[in-house]
């Protein structure tokens, strides 16, 4: 029996309904499909692990970016550390969505909004990468870390000099993009996965709203947030995650509230038992296979075999964290405003992941984590 049909036996074990006598208990059942749930509600591509198992049962199949791995040279390429086992580390980019397939502009909101064009180009010099993420899933699937790197960090980018990281994505596609990430880092990353920002409102309005708590109220050209627990649907959470001109911190601000979103789409997955609802799980993946698209290699065995290996995933042990930053952390090159990264302590944070030891550097820096009030 192969690979792929092994893994399909497991989903098929997980997904075949429950004898009539005895009939295990409906919790522990949902407890197994939460697990599975949390790639798509703690950090998007892992969602396309919940999604591999609805494609297995015909859903909307998920577009790709191409192979952004064989044009690198691999003398250029980080090694992989034996330590690491089998961890994977997934390169999440988040566009504005400025230009749709024709190349035509879409409603903009100056120079961080979101467009409203039908289509998204993801080819090269088509998007900028408003959010730039490395996930890593450990090796024994019981613990993830979503490291964002603010877009404004100031980094060499191969082939162009020193420059804001988001320029990557813009001047040289998703290969650019994992070059100019490994580069920094020395992380080898294994695949890609972008979403456009509409996926927030269509995944929250699959969902059926998510619940997110403000500790005061935000108002600014994007809308008001209100102040308080609330339930937002898809427009509010796309307000939410896009506000930070009126916000103390600025971008660092808002890539913790994109966190956050990220973390209340988790708990409202898992508290209404998505997986047990079949017409809303197929909303979900829908929303997830329109908003998405992967590297070629992450393809449908590979998809398979993550919802499998990662069954066990808890939402206790998906950690959010950001590459830490220089003191101070802003500054001015020429005219532009940037973001210092500090090399020392990031370095520190990237070995851990290079040795799927992520864990460790948590405990030693707690702070460091997504607190539970975020502004």
Not at 109 to 123: F, K, L, M, N, Y
Not at 268 to 283: E, Q, V, Y
Not at 307 to 320: I, P, S, Y
Request: hydrophobic fraction near 45%.
């Amino acid at each position: 029996m192969s690979i792929v049909e092994d893994h399909r036996d497991a989903l098929d074990q997980l997904l075949a309904p429950a004898p009539e006598a005895p009939a295990p208990p409906a919790p522990p059942r949902k407890k197994r499909w939460a697990r599975l749930v949390l790639l798509v509600a703690a950090v998007l591509v892992v969602s396309l692990a919940v999604g591999a198992v609805a494609l297995w049962r015909s859903a909307p199949a998920v577009g790709h970016l191409g192979d952004p791995f064989s044009a690198i040279p691999a003398a250029d390429r980080p090694t992989v550390e034996a330590a690491a086992g089998t961890a994977q580390n997934i390169l999440l980019i988040g566009s504005d969505s400025r230009a749709n397939g024709t190349g035509d502009k879409g409603d903009e909101d100056d120079d961080d909004g979101a467009s409203t064009a039908p289509e998204v180009d993801w080819t090269r010099g088509g998007q900028r990468s408003d959010v730039l993420a490395v996930l890593h899933l450990s090796a024994d699937g019981r613990s993830a870390a979503m490291i964002s790197i603010p877009r404004d960090s100031w980094v060499p980018v191969p082939g162009y000099g020193t420059t804001k990281v988001n320029a990557a994505f813009a001047y040289g596609g998703a290969e650019l993009a994992v070059r100019t990430v490994e580069q920094l880092t020395g992380v080898r990353i294994d695949h890609v996965v972008a979403i456009d920002f509409s996926g927030f409102a269509r995944i929250t309005d699959a969902l059926g709203g998510v619940k997110i708590c403000v500790p005061k109220t935000v108002t600014d050209h994007l809308g008001t947030v209100a102040a308080g627990c609330q339930v937002m649907d898809g427009q509010q959470a796309l307000t939410y995650v896009r506000q930070r001109k009126t916000l103390a911190g600025g971008d660092f601000d808002r890539e913790r509230r994109q966190q956050n979103w990220m973390r209340s789409v988790l708990a409202g997955a898992t508290d209404r038992g998505l997986l047990s609802d079949p017409a809303k799980l197929a909303d979900v993946v829908g929303a997830v296979a329109a908003s998405v698209r992967t590297d070629d290699g992450l393809g449908e065995p590979q998809l398979l075999a993550m919802a499998v290996d990662h069954r066990d995933l808890r939402a206790a042990n998906v950690a959010f964290l950001q590459a830490p930053l220089a003191s101070p952390a802003t500054g001015r090159e020429g005219s532009q405003s940037v973001v210092y990264l500090d090399p020392a302590a990031g370095a520190e944070l990237w070995q851990a992941v290079k040795a799927d030891d992520v864990a460790t550097w948590v405990a030693a820096h707690p702070t460091a984590t997504l607190g539970d009030t975020v502004r």
